[in-house]
């Protein structure tokens, strides 16, 4: 599934990376937080919710908005759509092992590990194939 730049809710986290990447968070979590106000399709509540995951303080706030992104991905009947669940799994397994959650935390690295050949064999597809492995190294440790 290709990102329309001309989609406002894209223009708007577009916008909104590039704030952050002027270390300007608040004014990038609000431009997140307007993209998720225009979002009405799944696709476009899917990226508002990730980039919002993105800005949250506390875990339990990003885990809420990483569940609903995923959950909005999840609505997306498009082939495309498998590559984005390996990292989606990875956060969200994340922030159950932050909470110290394990059993959630492994539920969600296996899935996101189920995922993984979905994903493409560049420098980001092996940023998130070491997370997930990672994130099950760690938690094979904490059972030992």
């Known amino acids: 599934m290709d990102f329309d730049p001309n989609n406002e809710v894209v223009k708007l986290c577009a916008q909104g990376m590039q704030k ?3 270390l300007e968070y608040d004014e ?7 993209a998720w106000e225009k979002a009405t ?4 509540k899917f990226v508002a919710a990730h980039y919002l ?3 949250q303080d506390l875990t339990e706030n990003k885990l809420k908005w990483d569940e609903k992104s995923l959950s909005f ?3 997306i009947n498009d082939q495309d759509m498998l590559s984005n669940y390996p990292s ?7 922030c159950y092992e932050d909470l110290k959650n394990f059993e959630k935390a492994a539920q969600n690295y296996q899935t996101a590990l189920l995922y993984a050949d979905n994903l493409p064999n560049d420098g980001y597809g092996q940023m998130i194939r070491t997370g997930i492995t990672s994130g099950i190294s ?3 440790d ?3």
């Open 20 to 22: 952050e990447g002027n």
């Open 28 to 34: 990038a979590g609000a431009l997140f937080l307007q």
């Open 41 to 44: 399709t799944d696709f476009e």
């Open 53 to 55: 995951a993105k800005h």
């Open 73 to 75: 991905a999840l609505k």
């Open 88 to 94: 989606l799994y990875l956060n969200i397994a994340k």
């Open 138 to 140: 760690r938690l094979s």
């Open 142 to 144: 904490t059972t030992k």
